[in-house]
T-cell receptor, first 114, second 110 residues
Framework: GENVEQHPSTLSVQEGDSAVIKCTYS??????FPWYKQELGKGPQLIID?????GEKKDQRIAVTLNKTAKHFSLHITETQPEDSAVYFC?????????????FGKGTHLIIQP | KAGVTQTPRYLIKTRGQQVTLSCSPI?????VSWYQQTPGQGLQFLFE???????NKGNFPGRFSGRQFSNSRSEMNVSTLELGDSALYLC?????????FGSGTRLTVV
């Protein structure tokens, strides 16, 4: 089955700096790669996703890049703000997130230092 | 538009008991998935339902089961609870464009 590795497990950055979280996946059939943000006491919230026919996607301060050959994808957050502090999860799926479910990474605790 | 609603938010059960958790998806969403979240194992896929049919199941013992009703609401059941079943159980719904998760049910087995 699919295996998703996520690094780092904890990331501390100064407010205003950029943060990068990296994930690798094992199943070449995976074609959908979402990123989730989870705040304390809440469920994961989808912040951005990318499909395998696209190499990069941006949404304001957030961007995701995908390298299918190397089987890795990354989340980039620019101009970090205190409200970006949370746990971030990457995931992969071969069914667009439907029947086969999502395989998640272990998460990155992002800490924004004021 | 209402989000995914999970009830109850918190549960405390004793080993050996059974428990039923409920999930109401976003209106119009026919796919409902369940995940278990623990500090050690992270987020793990339990099963997925679409139009009342289980399409896929993760690597969990048969004590974990679920069902979906004609209005897309879903329930999951865990029988003969073990201490290791203590976790946050998350439900997510989709209509093909990414999951929306509920806030989860925190189950504690004592």
């Amino acid at each position: 089955g699919e295996n998703v590795e996520q690094h780092p497990s904890t990331l501390s950055v100064q407010e205003g700096d950029s943060a990068v979280i990296k994930c690798t996946y094992s199943d070449s059939a995976s074609n959908y790669f979402p990123w989730y943000k989870q705040e304390l006491g809440k469920g994961p919230q989808l912040i951005i996703d990318i499909r395998s026919n696209v190499g990069e996607k941006k949404d304001q301060r957030i961007a995701v890049t995908l390298n299918k050959t190397a089987k890795h994808f990354s989340l980039h957050i620019t101009e970090t703000q205190p409200e970006d502090s949370a746990v971030y999860f990457c995931a992969a799926s071969s069914s667009g997130g439907g029947a086969d479910g999502l395989t998640f990474g272990k998460g990155t605790h992002l800490i924004i230092q004021p | 538009k209402a989000g995914v609603t999970q009830t109850p938010r918190y549960l405390i059960k004793t080993r050996g008991q059974q428990v039923t958790l409920s999930c109401s998806p976003i209106s119009g969403h026919r796919s409902v998935s369940w995940y278990q979240q623990t500090p050690g194992q992270g987020l793990q896929f339990l099963f997925e339902y679409f139009s009342e049919t289980q399409r896929n199941k993760g690597n969990f013992p048969g004590r974990f089961s679920g069902r979906q009703f004609s209005n897309s609401r879903s329930e999951m059941n865990v029988s003969t609870l073990e201490l290791g079943d203590s976790a946050l159980y998350l439900c997510a719904s989709t209509e093909g464009a990414g999951y929306t998760f509920g806030s989860g049910t925190r189950l504690t087995v004592v």
